[in-house]
T-cell receptor, first 111, second 115 residues
Framework: DGGITQSPKYLFRKEGQNVTLSCEQN?????MYWYRQDPGQGLRLIYY???????QKGDIAEGYSVSREKKESFPLTVTSAQKNPTAFYLC??????????FGNGTRLTVT | GNSVTQMEGPVTLSEEAFLTINCTYT??????LFWYVQYPGEGLQLLLK?????DKGSNKGFEATYRKETTSFHLEKGSVQVSDSAVYFC??????????????FGKGTKLSVKP
């Protein structure tokens, strides 16, 4: 079945550590996205990539980094510079004129 | 700027009740409008969409009409079921005909349906 896989589902880290969230898609979509979801805040765009080896900052990119070395993969690194990293992170992919497909998310807790 | 405002929840209804979740938007240009649904512990799924004024999106008994004169895209369902319990997000995209990933979301409305 085609889809988006985010792993792990739950992730725990100590403050000051970098952590990388995985996102893989087998839908052959060109574009991939990372959103952050906080209670009562809706979803906010962190980074997006329209094509391999290219990506752009979204609305809240500070403290995050991404890479897009393969079409299928768009990992997100939450760095120690991110002031408030505990959140639910959603990855999505899409093409022109098609609805976004979302993964099931990774819940990151930093203590 | 561009934004989406939807009614705050939680909304609690009895099974078979009528549902309305209000959504209004502010946008420069001509946005496409969407409703997404998020079931507990899952990502978002597209529920319905409308790409121009007076379009009606519909799916699974849910409907929403793109009203340019009132800048609204209210979600309605005539008879809700317990399985409709979820969080509903209204969203807009200004990339009409292009990638829909640059979405601007409302804050979400949690719906709980009691048997």
């Amino acid at each position: 079945d085609g889809g988006i896989t985010q792993s792990p589902k739950y992730l725990f880290r100590k403050e000051g550590q970098n952590v990388t969230l995985s996102c893989e898609q087998n839908l052959n979509h060109d574009a991939m996205y990372w959103y952050r979801q906080d209670p009562g805040q809706g979803l906010r765009l962190i980074y997006y990539s329209q094509i391999v080896n290219d990506f752009q900052k979204g609305d809240i990119a500070e403290g995050y980094s991404v890479s897009r070395e393969k079409k299928e993969s768009f990992p997100l690194t939450v760095t120690s510079a991110q002031k408030n990293p505990t959140a639910f992170y959603l990855c999505a992919s899409g093409t022109r004129n098609s609805p976004l497909h979302f993964g099931n998310g990774t819940r990151l807790t930093v203590t | 700027g561009n934004s989406v405002t939807q009614m705050e929840g939680p909304v609690t209804l009895s099974e078979e009740a009528f549902l309305t979740i209000n959504c209004t938007y502010t946008a420069t240009g001509y946005p496409s409008l969407f409703w997404y649904v998020q079931y507990p512990g899952e990502g978002l799924q597209l529920l319905l969409k409308a790409t121009k004024a007076d379009d009606k999106g519909s799916n699974k008994g849910f409907e929403a009409t793109y009203r340019k004169e009132t800048t609204s895209f209210h979600l309605e369902k005539g008879s809700v079921q317990v399985s409709d319990s979820a969080v509903y997000f209204c969203a807009l995209s200004l990339n009409y005909g292009g990638s829909q990933g640059n979405l601007i979301f409302g804050k979400g409305t949690k719906l709980s349906v009691k048997p």
